[in-house]
């Protein structure tokens, strides 16, 4: 602290660990995280799910339908692949389709990623002149997941090679520019070969191998342990969770359980020295 340097004030720190408390960050989000006025309308709802094994959330909002803004054609299109992509990812939606319902897009999905803490975080409100402190366990970045439009792709690629193959049976047409077969070397190898000395020549032959294994035996750890982490997360079933709007009472209740209601003073038992020891590069 500088010499000219003044304390404006000196607040009392409260400190609580009531809530195994999560830090949610949306960096594509450019407005609040709320139903939109259409969907809430025919009253759709925000909805939630976890995988508390590999520690995997999907927040699931409902998509605003208006005509101006919502393409019919394609959320039917996209909701076929999104629902084929479930079912290879073990992770369908049971009950939620009709008997002869055409699948159809509905929401927006997004999905977590953990962010890494160093260190302890914490959480702190300014209330009453006093600080309140409550430790932060998880952070998550939630981002749009649109891995149906890879299973989309697939299907577009292999309606492609389909109709190459089909127009490509009989081969391209004769260049022709380009010399016959007939016309090509053959004929100066023989004169060759007559005029000049016999050679030898040696011929190897090399043993195919399964583009398969081979591919998985160049796999190094790291992607295994990758491939193994992506198959523990599809093997996990999803667990449904209540999500509430902030402007619900259960977050109201939630948001006071940051304040401590504990008057008791603490007392430091420890040292400077102590202090400095625990923190690691010094």
């Known amino acids: 602290m500088d010499e000219e340097d003044q ?5 009392p720190i409260r400190y609580s660990n009531r809530l195994s408390l999560q830090i949610h960050q949306f960096p ?46 394609k959320g039917r299109e996209y909701g076929v692949s999104q629902l084929e992509d479930d079912r290879e990812k073990n992770q369908e939606k049971k009950g939620k389709e009709r008997a002869g319902e ?56 292999r309606k492609g ?19 016959t077969t007939p016309v090509v070397t053959p004929k100066k190898k023989e004169k060759k070969s007559t005029a000049g000395e016999a050679k030898e020549v040696h011929v190897s032959a090399r043993k195919a191998v399964d583009d398969k294994t ?26 449904s969770l209540s999500y509430h709007d902030v402007t619900t009472i259960e977050a109201g209740d939630t948001f006071e359980k940051l304040f401590s209601q504990n008057r008791e003073e603490l007392e430091c038992k420890s040292d400077i020295t102590t202090f400095l020891k625990d923190i690691k590069g010094l």
């Open 102 to 157: 055409e699948p159809r897009l509905t929401e927006v999905r997004l999905r977590s990623e953990e962010i890494p803490m160093q260190g302890a975080q914490m959480l702190g409100v300014i209330r009453d002149g006093e600080l309140h402190l409550h430790p932060v366990s998880q952070i998550h970045q939630f981002r749009p997941t649109l891995t149906y439009l890879d299973v989309l792709s697939r299907k577009h690629k």
């Open 214 to 239: 081979e591919s998985l035996a160049q796999l190094s750890t790291v992607r295994r342990e990758m491939l193994a982490a992506i198959r523990n997360e599809e093997d996990e079933n999803w667990t």
């Open 7 to 11: 304390v404006v004030s000196s607040l």
């Open 28 to 73: 594509l989000l450019s407005r609040p995280l709320q139903t939109p006025p259409s969907a809430e309308a025919s009253g759709k709802r925000i909805s939630a799910r976890i995988k508390p094994g590999v520690r995997r959330l999907e927040v699931h909002v409902p998509a605003d339908t208006r005509p101006e803004v919502w393409n019919s054609e």
């Open 161 to 179: 090679v389909n109709d190459s193959d089909s127009e490509s049976d009989d081969g391209p047409p004769p260049d022709p520019d380009e010399p």
